[in-house]
């Protein structure tokens, strides 16, 4: 008899264990966000053992052993409700991309709580504890652990404080006091976990957040300005000045045009006239990256502008200058010269007045990125690579306008023959790939040329028809059809558009 009530206690148990393992499968299936496991299982072995008990006819409540398991039982469905709870409701989030509906450490004290009440009834109604012993007891324990814990419970408080106000949350980049930046990875009871740009992992005391100065960059969502100051010279006018910083600034990686980019005067200096301007971002994980892209391209579009960044006044006096830079100039010459020498629409040129072209260009030195011409603007100059290299891009009403990437020129390259000898508008946009240096000739340096030997518009032309079957066969490439020869009427069509453009005879 006895061996049978054993037999169906645990067949009880069995089945109890069994359905709430059933039951976790499925909790684990449809309710991603339920990660209890071990504590789970702790459970259906306390409900279980409970059942089986209940089955012998032992009094849950009356006995030691009962009341024991059934307090455990008590504590461990507290645990698996709240977690449903909170998988289900707590942690949904507000909307898209949003966070969830109560704060990680919010949630975590309000587990404490309900589990320190559940607890106190237990202690009350199922172990049959006085009252007063119990709030005794706890009061004792409280001030103990208040006393030995007090660095922990301001952490514990100020973490609240902060996650209720919300002055930041996970992935937005923080500077705290002025001296640490770092980006938001999450928040515990006791500290803030901070990662530096250098990978560097801080764990920042939330009693510490709360009394410090922060500054919130956001994660990138919303746009902030960075401010830059710069010098430059009195006799340049401020207007000029200040169209060429805003459309500096505007070409950086990163720069947004809204809300737009602000240029003042700010101060009259000893050697220059401060400039303030004000960029506006979303690129608040790399602000320094930033920075450095507006300033370079400042530089680049002041060295294009031929306005210098002044150096400080000082009396120096130079002896062998005038012999350095007239060896520098002559160097640059002798490269350009050799340049040009090179270019194929030059080679029936004598090598006189190839000089004297190379000598009458200028220099221009573009960032990575930057855009020396773009498809369908107006020109009349030819662009010769003399450092770097340039990126030649197309777009292809047969690919929905999409950019075809048609070349990559380096050095010795050139390309604008189009627009210098025909005055056509640019058929193609051009790219810096990295910091590079280019040749610029200008229409009125090759007008003279053209003037005093009409004959050089014939091997002109020959060279431009060719230079244009190469682009559209690169075009042809792309979409896998044949291309025809270069034909005399398309060398008579560019002849005739070279004396019209420079009313040749």
């Not at 979409?479 to 034909?487: D, I, K, L, N, Q």
């Amino acid at each position: 008899m006895v061996s049978g009530q054993w037999l169906t206690a645990v067949a009880v148990g069995g089945v109890v264990l069994l359905a709430l393992e059933v039951l976790y499968l499925l909790l684990r299936k449809r309710v991603p966000r339920f990660h209890l496991n071990l504590l789970y299982h702790l459970w259906a072995l306390s409900l279980a053992v409970l059942a089986a008990l209940r089955s012998l006819g032992i009094d849950l409540l009356g006995s030691a052993v009962g009341g024991l398991v059934s307090t455990v039982a008590l504590l461990l469905t507290t645990l698996v409700l709240y977690s449903l709870v909170d998988a289900l409701i707590l942690q949904r989030p507000w909307g898209k991309d949003q966070g969830p509906l109560v704060p990680k450490l919010a949630r975590d004290v309000l587990k404490l709580g309900v589990l320190i009440g559940v607890g106190l009834f237990a202690a009350t109604e199922i172990l049959h504890q006085p009252v007063g012993a119990v709030l005794v007891s706890s009061t004792v324990l409280s001030a103990v652990i208040g006393l030995a814990l007090q660095d922990t419970l301001k952490n514990v408080f100020s973490g609240m404080a902060l996650d209720l106000e919300k002055p930041f949350r996970a992935g937005d980049w923080l500077v705290i006091d002025g001296g640490v930046r770092a980006q938001v990875v999450d928040m515990s009871w006791r500290s803030t976990h901070l990662r530096t740009k250098e990978g560097l992992d801080v764990y920042e005391p939330n009693a510490n957040l709360s009394v410090s100065r922060l500054i919130n960059y956001g994660s990138g969502e919303h746009p902030f300005a960075v401010e830059i100051r710069i010098g430059l010279p009195y006799g340049v006018p401020p207007a000029e000045i200040k169209d060429v910083l805003r459309e500096a600034a505007l070409s950086a990686p990163g720069a947004l045009d809204r809300p737009p980019v602000r240029v003042l005067l700010e101060s009259f200096d000893d050697h220059a006239i401060t400039y303030f301007m004000r960029v506006w971002t979303r690129r608040a994980a790399n602000i320094s990256r930033f920075k450095d892209g507006v300033n370079s391209r400042i530089w680049y579009q002041l060295k294009r502008h031929g306005i210098d960044i002044p150096f400080p006044i000082r009396t120096i006096h130079m002896h062998e200058a005038p012999d350095m830079e007239q060896h520098r100039q002559g160097k640059a010459l002798s490269k350009a010269s050799e340049l040009f020498s090179g270019l194929d629409i030059f080679q029936e040129l004598d090598d006189e007045i190839v000089r004297q072209l190379a000598a009458s260009s200028q220099r221009r030195l573009f960032d990575a990125g930057e855009v020396l011409v773009s498809e369908g603007d107006e020109g009349d100059s030819l662009f010769v690579v003399e450092k770097g290299a340039v990126r030649v891009t197309k777009s292809d009403p047969e690919l929905e306008g999409r950019h075809v990437d048609l070349a990559i020129l380096e050095e010795g390259a050139f390309f604008g023959e189009m627009s210098l000898l025909t005055g056509e508008p640019r058929s193609a946009t051009v790219i810096a790939s990295d910091h590079c240096g280019v040749l610029v000739l200008t229409k009125q340096a090759v007008a003279s040329t053209l003037e005093a030997d009409p004959r050089i518009a014939e091997s002109l032309s020959r060279a431009l028809a060719a230079r244009r079957l190469d682009t559209q066969e690169t075009l042809e490439d792309r979409r896998s059809r044949g291309v025809a020869e270069v034909s005399l009427e398309d060398e008579q069509t560019f002849l005739r558009k070279i004396r019209s453009f420079f009313s040749l005879s």
